[in-house]
C-alpha cells in the first residue's frame, strides 16, 4: 500500500504541479554523450520554454544529431553524465521508449518508413499502444497528399512525402517535444515550402520543438530562439533574429 500512503504523505501537492517552481519546461544540464570512446556532446546546457521553436544549429559534425539522440535517450551515443528533464520528468534516467511515453518525438533525418507498409499501415502503427495523439484524419488533413495516398507503400513515396509521413507518425503520438533532424534535407524548394507551412501549423498550436537544419536561414525563420553548437557546447543561446541580423556569428559558426 505504498501508493495510498504516498498520496496521504504529499496531500499539500498539487497534482498537476509536477514541475518545482522556476524550473523550465525542457532543459539539459551539463549533458555529456559518448560513441565509445569518443566524446561529442561536451557539456551541453540549454532550457526550452513550453511551446517555443528552437532552431538547433551549427557545422557538419557540431553535435546537432547526437544531442537530439542523446534526449530521445537513443542506445547510442551513450549519455555519461548530466541531467535531461521534460515537464517534470528525468528522461536522463530511461531508455528511448521510456522518453518515447513521456511525449519526446524523434523524427530522425532518414525518416524510417516502414517497408511493406502502407501510409495509413505506418500510422496506425504509430498507434499501438497509447497515449494517442491526432487521429489519422487530422494528420490527413494537415497533410492532404498523405490523405491521397493512403493505400500507397510508405516506401515509395517522394522524399517529400516521406518526410511528410515521418511527422505524421510523430505526431500520432501524444507528444511533448517534437524533435525534427533536418526535415528539408534533399528536398526541393517547392517542397521544402509546403513542409514550412506545415509547420507554421504545429507551431500555432504551440508544440515545443527542436528544428536541426542545414538551411540554417528557414529554421530561423520558423524558431522563436536558436541555439548554435560547436564541437558539441553551445556556443550561442539566444533569439532567432538576433542570429538573423549578426553576419559575423552566422560566418563563424554557420558558414552562412
Ligand atoms: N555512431 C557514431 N560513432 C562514432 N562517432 C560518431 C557517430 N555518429 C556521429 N559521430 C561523430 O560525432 C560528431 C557529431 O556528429 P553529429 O552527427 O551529431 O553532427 P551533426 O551536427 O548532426 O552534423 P551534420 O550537420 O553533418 O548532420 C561527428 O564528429 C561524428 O563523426
Ligand atoms: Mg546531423
Not at 507551431?203 to 560547436?230: S, W
Request: net charge negative; aromatic share 6%; glycine share 10%.
Amino acid at each position: 500500500m505504498t501508493a495510498s500512503s504516498d498520496v496521504a504523505g504529499s496531500a499539500a501537492v498539487d497534482p498537476r504541479a509536477r514541475r518545482p517552481a522556476g524550473s523550465a519546461y525542457f532543459s539539459c544540464k551539463d549533458v555529456h554523450s559518448y560513441y565509445g570512446e569518443s566524446y561529442i556532446v561536451q557539456g551541453v546546457d540549454f532550457d526550452i520554454a513550453e511551446g517555443e521553436i528552437v532552431a538547433l544549429l551549427g557545422r557538419n559534425g557540431a553535435g546537432k544529431t547526437s544531442t537530439l539522440r542523446t534526449i530521445a535517450r537513443t542506445d547510442v551515443p551513450e549519455l555519461r553524465q548530466g541531467e535531461i528533464w521534460l515537464d517534470g520528468r528525468p528522461l536522463h534516467t530511461m531508455k528511448a521508449y521510456e522518453a518515447a511515453g513521456e511525449g519526446v518525438g524523434l523524427v530522425p533525418e532518414d525518416r524510417r518508413i516502414i517497408q511493406g507498409l502502407t501510409v495509413a499501415e505506418n500510422l496506425q502503427l504509430a498507434q499501438i499502444a497509447p497515449p494517442v495523439g491526432w487521429s489519422i484524419e487530422r494528420i490527413y488533413e494537415l497533410f492532404p497528399r498523405l490523405g491521397e495516398r493512403r493505400n500507397q507503400e510508405g516506401t515509395t513515396l517522394s522524399g517529400g512525402e516521406q518526410q511528410m509521413l515521418a511527422i505524421g507518425r510523430t505526431l500520432a503520438r501524444d507528444i511533448k517535444l517534437l524533435l525534427l533532424d533536418e526535415p528539408y534535407e534533399g528536398l526541393a524548394p517547392v517542397i521544402v515550402q509546403e513542409i514550412e507551412r506545415t509547420l507554421e501549423q504545429i507551431k500555432a498550436i504551440g508544440i515545443t520543438t527542436v528544428i536541426v537544419e542545414q538551411n540554417a536561414i528557414a529554421a530561423l525563420r520558423l524558431a522563436d530562439r536558436a541555439i548554435i553548437l560547436d564541437t558539441g557546447r553551445v556556443a550561442f543561446d539566444g533569439t532567432a533574429q538576433e542570429v538573423l541580423d549578426n553576419a559575423e556569428l552566422r560566418q563563424e559558426y554557420l558558414a552562412i
